[in-house]
């Protein structure tokens, strides 16, 4: 009596937990979702109802957060070791060691220094969605006095490159784990020479966007702090000219300035005029920056010089207010020269271009931040920077989107900015971003009309 009294306690209470039961076991399962129709709503863990999306983010949280110590202990040893523009040979080898044990596809020497790592699935679907890095360090003497500071003696990762490579390599980790349940491909570029503005050329002269139809991008971003992202809808970071402008006049005795023409004073008279003429003839809502950073000219106090070359960048956010840059300051530089008697050249080399992000893929990082995390650990910046990034020069070859990692310290009033020998990251941040990343990923592959 007593065995037939279990038997159906035991049998109801199967009958009545039965889902619970099945579906506790799906995370236990290797394609959970392939066994449904991904955007089917199921039970997870017989408790909330969750879609697919969830319970894909589920393991890619798991995946990213048992990779953490192996994550921080990359990005140590890359801000250990640091290599400036074009000379990323140890730091290319390291990630294309880490790249093949994941099991990725992987070449290197791609645009000089750089590395690509494939992850290929077996996938009707044609789109290839690449994510990029950037590995190269800045010439500045670290002084952070961290213990896995720069070895490196005037040379520092100091612009956060070290934790994009990490984010790059954490997304490829954890998205190897899950190829047959991303169904899409997915190309990681590690890029060469950032700083000098030339390693995506290179990139792409060497094939690297051949058949991508998306890419993602990531930057630290001191002034978030770290677990927030920021994302940017339209322009992020600014186009970046370099500018030469010599002036030409007459040497002379430093006391008879009337029998020379002084390069010198007219040279100032120049800059002046330039930096006057943006407030009161440039549009004041398309903004336009110009730098005069390095001026060489003269050979002795009482001699007038005859010559002075101007080194400078332009920055513009507007392509039809960059393309009439050089004649407008041809023009301010002939005016004033002719003025004076003095002749000029002045030699405007286009350098990379704004980097607009793509109104559909910032909208898919967003939301892959907001799912992730919430919604108020994702900023949409109201402004963009009037910095420079050669991501830009991707965007010629598919849409794509930059997304700004915080790495600030919560706690610290100052965290100094990028390019400071103070510059630091809190690390929880490098979790924030692969997580980020390989969800915005997943989102893109199952997602056909992004
Ligand atoms: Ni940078």
Redesign the pocket.
Known sequence: MLALQIYWVFKNWISLNFQKIIFSFLPLLPAPCSLVNDRLTLLYHGEKAVNCDQFMLNQIKDLATKLAPRLIEIRRHIHSHPELSGQEYQTAAFVAGVLSSSGLYVQEGIGKTGVIGELRVNSNDERLLAIRT?MDALPIQERTGLEYASRAEGVMHA???DVHTTVGLGTAMVLSQMAEELGGKIRFLFQPA??IAQGASWMVEDGAMKNVSAILGV?VFPSIPAGSIGVRYGALTAAADDLEILIIGESGHGARPHEAVDAIWIASQVITALQQAISRTQNPLRPVVLTIGQINGGRAPNVIADKVRLLGTVRSLHPETRAQLPNWIENIVASVCHSYGATYQVNYHQGVPSVQNDYALTQLLQSAGEEAWSSDRVQVLPEPSLGA?DFSVYLDYAPGSMFRLGVGYKERILNHP?HHPEFEVDETAIITGVVTMAYAAYKYCQNSQT
Do not use: K, S, W
């Open positions: 950037d612009c956060g490159h950032e700083e930057h990034e990028l």
